[in-house]
């Protein structure tokens, strides 16, 4: 059995929204999805605005980044998800 391990960008709406929410928002989504998170890192992209990447792993036949995104895009304020990384960890 082999895990997989992702990457996953999220942008907030604007430079005001809360990043500590939508980090716990985030931790909650890929926990509830059989997802262990490895690292939050915040991202200066532009005029202010910050992303947060998320670097989790988990079992490759049950997590599902798809899944994981569409619920993660419910909350009002991320305006997107992007899947930057997907790779295969065996071991």
Do not use: W, Y
């Not at 909650?28 to 059989?34: D, Q, S, V």
């Not at 670097?55 to 490759?60: A, K, L, R």
């Not at 304020?77 to 997907?86: A, K, N, P, Q, Y």
Request: charged share 30%; with cysteine; glycine share 6%.
């Amino acid at each position: 059995m082999a895990d997989v391990i992702i990457k996953l960008r999220v942008m907030p709406v604007s430079p005001e929204s809360d990043l500590a929410k939508i980090e716990q928002f985030c931790r909650e989504k890929i926990a509830a999805a059989g997802g262990k998170l490895h690292t939050v890192v915040p991202e200066a992209m532009a005029f202010g605005l910050k992303s947060l990447t998320f670097t989790f792993f988990g079992d490759e036949k049950t997590l599902n980044p798809d899944k994981i995104e569409e619920a993660i895009k419910t909350d009002q304020h991320i305006s997107s998800t992007e899947v930057v990384d997907v790779r295969r960890a065996i071991g």
